[in-house]
């Protein structure tokens, strides 16, 4: 579950609205709202990458104020993919399974299975540096599903897809969070994310303020 | 100023240094008779400056890499009470003269704690304080470069990095190490070359004893000083040719530590 309880950020002048929003265990959130309206910087707070200036963040019932990114156990997909470029896709898929020291099997056995279901079993080992923006998304999203996170940030992970291969993550998402009940935060401007079935959408209405 | 004079203007001011630098190779170059180079190179004096110029250069770029990697790092990415002071301190050796590090270096080694060390490792008028000159000097070259390797790359990358479990010291020697890993070899092969040409400090340090702590640099003054120029540019032409081969290595390495 996350739970932010009127969370407020500051950036310069602008100052982001106290904001309280609650994604229960297993429910998939798609937060809309205005360009520039402070969705990205909500699931920055959530991952860890910025702290809030007020309010608490609740994920799984435990305050993570003082926790570093590395403690909070949630997968997230920024807008940008961000890969590690001087790394193949498979080590960018079997990043966060490195870092948990799981063996090389293991491991090996998971990036094969999350290759096949994004479709990327044919590029696991080309650099993450030459890859195209759809298949880098992909492999963003893969890095962050292949640990099996309970919570699931995702900031437009499919813009950049052709409206098959959209349907077909879309589809994979649900089926993940169906299946082992992740709770999803989903940011996305796509109608088809929006009206998909078992989601629950919430618009931002309050924005960045300017301070005086 | 019409855009034809401001760019005949630009190029004759711009290509001055150049100019200047190719006309130093020339009469390095033109002053020399190569063919006796061969015979200088036999002499035994040389040759043991030679191998210990190269030697104590690695060993010294070790230690500056080694102190420089974790200190540009810190000064790249963390924000913490007393950064200030540690940025002034290493930006000051390089505004030094680098005589007075070298006598700054002489009178630490006899402090209480500069005599405990030598009383260990014996360090001036020897080789390790060879050593201890140029990697003083490399250091704060090699800080200076890596920080800005360091600060050239994305702190999201990092963050991400750890948002998937990775420890700070997974991520630093996963992600962070291998993006910066040209900067870092273009960092070390120019703090290399720098420790290969130290003059000033080696000299105070270690003084210049024929076959014992006479390195290249030193050994073209000790030539000059005894009137045997040829055995100088010698030696002055090796040093251009390794600088020369350095500069090539690294504008392949990492272009933007080479300024191109």
Known sequence: MIELKNVQARMGRFELSPTTLTVKRGEQVILTGPTGCGKSTLLELIAGFAKPTAGRILLAGREVAGLNPSERGLGYVPQEPTLFRTMTVAENLGFALAARGRSKADIARRVGEIAEQLGLAELLSRSAAHLSGGEAQRTALGRALAFEPTILLLDEPFHAQDDDRRQQLRELVQSDRVARGTTILHVSHSLGDQTAEGVRKVRLRDCWKETS | ?260
């Not at chain 2, 050593?131 to 000097?137: D, R, S």
Request: avoid cysteine; aromatic fraction near 6%; hydrophobic fraction near 55%.
């Open chain 2, 1 to 260: 100023m019409t855009d034809r004079i401001f760019l005949i203007v630009l190029t004759i001011l711009g290509s001055a240094y150049a100019a200047l630098v190719a006309a130093l190779l020339y009469a390095d170059v033109a002053a020399m008779d190569t063919s006796r180079l061969p015979s200088l190179f036999r002499d035994d004096d040389l040759r043991s400056a030679l191998i210990l110029s190269l030697t104590t250069a690695v060993v010294s770029t070790t230690l500056a890499m080694l102190l420089a990697v974790p200190a540009a790092y810190l000064l790249a990415r963390s924000r913490f009470a007393g950064r200030g002071v540690i940025e002034f301190l290493v930006d000051v050796p390089p505004t030094l003269p680098p005589t007075v590090i070298g006598l700054s270096l002489l009178l630490l080694l006899r402090t209480g704690v500069g005599r405990e060390v030598s009383q260990i490792i014996p360090i001036a008028y020897e080789v390790p304080g060879i050593i201890l000159a140029q990697a003083t000097v490399g250091t704060a070259v090699a800080i200076r470069l890596l920080r800005s390797t360091f600060e050239q790359l994305s702190p999201r990358t990092e963050l991400l990095a750890r948002s998937l479990g990775a420890s700070r010291w997974f991520a630093f020697r996963k992600v962070v190490l291998p993006e910066a890993s040209r900067g870092i070899v273009a960092a070390a092969t120019l703090t290399w070359a720098k420790a290969l040409g130290e003059f000033g400090p080696v000299l105070i340090v270690a003084g210049i004893t024929r076959g014992k702590t006479e390195v290249l640099s030193t050994a073209i003054y000790l030539e000059l000083s005894v009137g045997r120029l040829e055995s100088a540019l010698a030696i002055a032409l090796v040093l251009v040719l390794i600088a020369a081969t350095v500069t090539a290595g690294v504008r392949r390495l990492a272009p933007a530590a080479a300024g191109s």
